[in-house]
């Protein structure tokens, strides 16, 4: 099972407690890095936490979420050491994996529906980096992709 971060502004909150409650259910441990109700928190703020925790290896997968997912997702990419791929469904969010090696997902909140984001997550999690021809792309990217 996988070590996830999940994080999110005020816009995600309820959408993020539901997924760590899922995502504990099946055996991944899940590391919440805020918010928390009655915070009116800012999504960058939450993106850029996200961000350092899997960069320094504190855990494997990200999940960002804020309304429309695209502030955070922004705000996880300024890392060079995060590929945030913002989904809203599981092809994209395999793709996200397979050809990008993606450490994070980030979903809008406002967009997404409960059983919509886990069978994203269920594709994401369920996906290796299919490296070959994608390999050199992820590099260029600034971060060597993960060892598999």
């Known amino acids: 099972m996988a070590r996830i971060a999940i994080s999110s502004d005020h816009a995600g909150l309820e959408l993020k407690a539901r997924l760590a409650t899922w995502l504990e259910a099946g055996g991944h441990e899940v590391t919440d890095l805020g918010g928390r109700e009655g915070e009116q928190g800012d999504y ?3 993106g850029y936490g996200l961000a350092e925790h899997i960069a320094g290896g504190r855990s494997e997968y990200g999940v960002a979420l804020c309304g429309s997912g695209i502030g955070i997702s922004i705000a996880v990419n300024r890392h060079p050491g ?5 989904v809203s469904d599981p092809a994209a ?3 996200s994996r397979e050809h990008n090696d993606a450490n994070v997902i980030a979903m809008g909140a ?3 529906e ?3 984001a886990k069978a994203c997550l269920e594709a ?3 996906t290796d980096f299919a490296r070959g021809r994608h390999a050199p792309r992820v590099e260029k990217l600034g971060v060597p992709p ?3």
């Open 146 to 148: 993960a060892a598999t």
């Open 44 to 46: 960058p703020d939450y």
């Open 82 to 86: 995060c590929r945030c791929a913002l």
């Open 93 to 95: 969010a395999r793709l």
């Open 114 to 116: 409960i059983d919509m």
């Open 124 to 126: 994401y999690l369920a």
């Open 110 to 112: 406002r967009l997404v």
